[in-house]
């Protein structure tokens, strides 16, 4: 069964600073995804990844994924507030419907 | 950029009544998903749906859920006789798959209350 997990779970840091979200899932597949969630609101897509060595970049967000190690991350250059959110890693699972496996979520919130 | 449509967008209900949750995926999609996810809590697989069709679902999707596509457009989560449990976010979700970047597009969202 694929299982989705991430860390850290509650990530709090000041404006400026730099830090990585982890997430790591049990079985192969061929993509994993990113979302950005704020309260109370539907899942926004970041960052589909679908190779080995994949990296992506929008602003001062940057995911890579390594499918050998089956972890991908999310990077934070210089935060800023706005980017105070959820956000999401989710794996598809190859075998049946292709669902979505969520992580736990990453709580991010951005101190001036 | 398409977007799909959920209404309503919050629904507060007595314990024991039925639900329906509405969903109107993008035209171009194949593959439906619904999701819940509690307050605070990850997001949970409820169904997958493929060619008027429960393609898989979930241990969470008993035999109070169903989901229908009644008329080709509108995609349907119903829960026949709702628990305080079933409290959550409720998102239904579509992907067409022919594009190599093909991504899963959530809809709002439908907030159920249930007291």
């Known amino acids: 069964e694929l299982k989705v997990e991430q860390n850290p779970l509650f990530l709090s840091m000041q404006e400026g600073k730099n830090y990585t979200i982890y997430c790591n899932y049990s079985?192969?597949?061929?993509?994993l995804y990113w979302y950005r969630q704020d309260p109370g609101k539907s899942l926004e897509s970041l960052f589909v990844?679908?190779?080995?060595?994949a990296v992506k970049q929008e602003g001062r967000l940057m995911a890579s994924l390594d499918t050998k190690a089956r972890l991908s991350t999310l990077h934070i250059t210089a935060a800023v507030h706005d980017l105070s959110a959820t956000y999401f890693c989710?794996?598809?699972?190859?075998?049946?419907?292709?669902?979505?496996?969520f992580g736990q979520g990453t709580r991010l919130t951005i101190n001036p | 950029e398409p977007e799909v449509t959920q209404t309503p967008s919050h629904q507060v209900t007595q314990m024991g009544q039925e639900v329906i949750l509405r969903c109107v995926p993008i035209?171009?999609?194949?593959?439906f998903y619904w999701y819940r996810q509690i307050l605070g809590q990850k997001v949970e697989f409820l169904v997958s749906?493929?060619?008027?069709?429960?393609?898989?679902k979930s241990e969470i999707f008993d035999d109070q859920f169903s989901v229908e596509r009644p008329d080709g457009s509108n995609f349907t989560l119903k829960i026949r006789s709702t628990k305080l449990e079933d409290s959550a976010m409720y998102f239904c979700?579509?992907?067409?798959?022919?594009?190599?970047?093909?991504?899963?597009?959530f809809g709002s969202g439908t907030r159920l209350t249930v007291v």
């Open positions: 989710a794996v598809p699972n190859l075998q049946g419907a292709q669902k979505l496996v």
């Open positions: 079985t192969t597949s061929d993509r």
């Open positions: 990844l679908l190779s080995n060595g």
């Open positions: 035209s171009n999609h194949l593959y």
């Open positions: 749906f493929y060619n008027n069709e429960i393609s898989e």
């Open positions: 979700a579509g992907v067409l798959r022919t594009d190599p970047n093909y991504g899963y597009t």
